[in-house]
């Protein structure tokens, strides 16, 4: 099984299948409700989808397909159905593993897309979750785990103390299972995804003192320090543990009722 992100997109291929994570399809809905009007980019992310190879014959959508929660939102009644119905059209399999945003996600797409649980599935040698709860045993009895939830960026900081940052990709590898490990057996690395949505904020992954989102990046089953991080254009940037930044003020996306990205996790 061949595991290979694509150049300059947030998405990975696996073997004919492509994975993609944080749709978040209706956040312009969320925005447009405190004030912030824009067009829906629905349409740009199905195009990017389908331009990006002709031998992909499975979409795997690793949750958070809708934004509001709770509730929903008329943007996502009206586009959720019609961007599932192209990409059936397109691709003939569509898989959605459950998001922490996708309450009651049965009501917005066709019946022939398949919907998982939020504890993940198999694929081959990978196991697929979305990453806001503990996958299942045989998730985590795959070799490789891929995540989405975190909306990793990465924070870059200049001379004069400005910052940037960018959405970026984290791998790294599982420890060796302890005594009280609550499974038999771990994946021997990981992968964290960007979000697919270019319009969502991100989380900084090497900001000190900063936690990730979801209980197994914040587990001590993963060598955090040891993981890489690398740009969407594959420049790897090194040790996630050599390229930590401190003293900013950073809140994240969800910790402010005034944030489009405010959420129950």
């Known amino acids: 099984m061949e595991i290979q992100p694509v150049h300059g997109v ?36 199905l195009d990017t989808i389908k331009s990006i190879d002709e031998r992909i014959n499975h979409i795997i959508i690793l949750g958070d397909l809708k934004d509001s929660v709770p509730g929903s939102s008329r943007q996502e009644y009206r586009e959720i159905p019609r961007f ?31 919907v998982f649980p939020a504890t993940g599935i ?41 910052h940037l940052s960018e959405p970026c990709w984290l791998r790294g590898r599982f420890r060796e299972p302890g005594e009280k490990c609550r499974y038999g057996k771990l994946p021997e690395s990981f992968i964290v995804m960007p979000a697919f949505n270019r319009l969502l904020g991100g989380s900084p992954v090497n900001e000190v003192d900063t936690p990730m989102l979801g209980p197994v990046l914040n587990s001590d089953l993963v060598d955090l320090d040891d993981s890489r991080i690398y740009l969407l254009d594959g420049l790897c940037l090194g040790r996630r543990g050599d390229l930590m930044v401190k003293d900013r003020q950073f809140r994240r996306w969800n910790d402010s009722e005034d944030s489009p990205r405010h959420t129950s996790m």
């Open 84 to 114: 599932c119905d192209s990409l059936l059209e397109s691709f003939g399999k569509v898989s959605v593993v459950r998001g922490n945003h996708d309450t009651s996600i049965e009501e917005f797409v066709p019946s022939a897309v398949q």
């Open 10 to 45: 947030p998405a990975l291929r696996i073997d004919k299948a492509l994975v993609i994570g944080d749709l978040h399809i209706g956040v312009e809905a969320h925005l447009g409700a405190k004030g912030i009007h824009i067009t829906s980019h629905t349409s740009d992310m």
């Open 122 to 162: 198999a694929y081959g040698d990978a196991g697929l979750v979305h990453g806001h709860t503990w996958p299942s045993p045989e998730v985590m009895g795959q070799k490789v785990l891929i995540t989405c939830h975190e909306h990793p960026t990465v924070l870059f900081r200049d001379g004069v103390g400005a």
